[in-house]
């Protein structure tokens, strides 16, 4: 515990964060995202910006809650910015099966798919994200809504939505009537 | 009547305002019926957002780290300053029950998770618990740091700090449970009362704290029962 407190003043700490806790940004990303790619870019992209406003981060959280919260806009924002490069041409359901390259992304994507292939497919993107942002990741309704560029109440219905969509799920899962 | 996304946004913490919150309360208190509903449905929320943790490929992983060396190499890397100040008794105190938390967590932690001798076939289940143990003792020590530092917070960034550590309580008890460990989610529960104390500036944080070490002492020599028994010696 004190090797992990006394790590935490060190120069290193970005690459020691980076060690320790990249799994966790990158599965958060991917629940965001549902795409392995998306997902990649998106911790990518929050550890620089990190890096380069890391004369901000004034220790008030912690260094992996920062980039992790950093990592999660990120996602949001590749995922909102690919939907509206294909809105012209896809649907939600379209989206979700969008092809994915990169070799090292196919086990990620094939084990999404698995783990995440029951009731939360069955949401939208904005239910999905809301749900997973409140009920996983406990940001506040107001930080969800300035993330997502909605408002609160727009954030309280898809979330509200979002539940009673899982239940009637975890209902026909369990042969409950 | 109170609906159900009434009873979420209180377990949430958010969406009511005071008066709202405290009237929800006194209903769950009042009607036990009221309290197994929103437990059920916190339980059927927490089963649909089960997801075990993909690992990171090694490419991923690889590119980030250069990608990171890139940015590094470009301006020098200055080392952080450590904050220097006095802590007040109340602070101290609940640095303290924090150190106590976690070392009774570990406590409880060991007896609790024997180690298999790792075979192909439990590597991945192997990674997604050393992911789970890693997050926890990063997220311990950022709630032991988090503590220290109320000090120089004022009564909002308080707040916001206290409420930061129990969202992330909520998300480790969450991910307790997943683990088999229904125990330490409860610890990682009950742990919210007394941060809440503590963000209000009430007068009963030292009796919670006391409380809850107690129940602490009580779960660890429960578990240190078990884990001497045959079942638990693997």
């Known amino acids: 515990m004190l090797t992990l407190l006394k790590s935490w003043v060190r120069p290193d700490a970005f690459q020691a964060v980076l060690t320790e806790r990249s799994g966790r940004w990158y599965n958060a990303c991917l629940r965001i995202t549902r795409d392995a790619d998306l997902a990649a870019d998106a911790v990518q992209d929050a550890l620089l910006k990190a890096w380069d406003r890391r004369d901000d981060f004034r220790g008030e959280a912690a260094l992996d809650s920062w980039i992790h919260r950093i990592a999660l806009n990120a996602a949001i924002d590749l995922t909102r910015r690919r939907k509206t490069r294909a809105e012209d041409e896809l649907d939600d359901d379209s989206f979700e099966a969008a092809p994915t390259t990169s070799p090292e992304s196919e086990y990620a994507q094939e084990a999404l798919g698995r783990d995440l292939g029951v009731a939360l497919q069955r949401l939208s993107n904005m239910e999905r994200q809301v749900f997973l942002l409140k009920h996983i990741e406990g940001w506040r309704l107001d930080e969800i809504a300035e993330s997502l560029q909605t408002t609160i109440n727009g954030v309280k219905h898809a979330l509200f939505r979002a539940v009673r969509k899982l239940r009637v799920e975890l209902h026909v899962w369990r042969g409950e009537s | ?234």
């Open chain 2, 1 to 234: 009547m109170i609906s159900d996304d009434d009873l979420l946004l209180y377990y949430y913490r958010d969406g009511h305002d005071a008066a709202e919150r405290a009237r929800i309360g006194a209903a769950l208190a009042e009607q036990p019926e009221l309290a197994r509903r929103l437990h059920g449905l916190v339980a059927r929320l927490d089963a649909a957002a089960a997801m075990p943790e993909v690992p990171v490929p090694a490419q991923v992983q690889q590119r980030w780290q250069a990608a990171l060396e890139r940015a590094a190499s470009e301006r020098r890397v200055e080392p952080a300053r450590r904050p220097t100040f006095a802590q007040p008794r109340w602070q101290a105190f609940a640095a303290a029950a924090a150190v106590a938390v976690i070392a009774l967590v570990f406590g409880i932690q060991k007896p609790m998770t024997p180690k298999p001798v790792p075979t192909p076939e439990t590597g991945a289940a192997a990674t997604n618990t050393s992911a789970y143990e890693n997050g926890l003792k990063w997220h311990l020590a950022s709630t032991e740091r988090r503590l220290a530092s109320l000090n120089e917070a004022t009564p909002e960034e308080r707040a916001r700090l206290v409420e930061a550590i129990i969202s992330q309580n909520r998300i480790y008890a969450l991910a307790a449970e997943r683990a088999g460990e229904p125990q330490l989610a409860r610890v990682l529960r009950a742990f919210t009362p007394v941060l809440e104390s503590v963000a209000d500036g009430r007068g009963q944080t030292a009796g919670s704290v006391e409380q809850l070490s107690f129940e602490l002492r009580v779960m660890q020599a429960r578990l240190k029962a078990d884990a001497a028994a045959p079942s638990h010696t693997l």
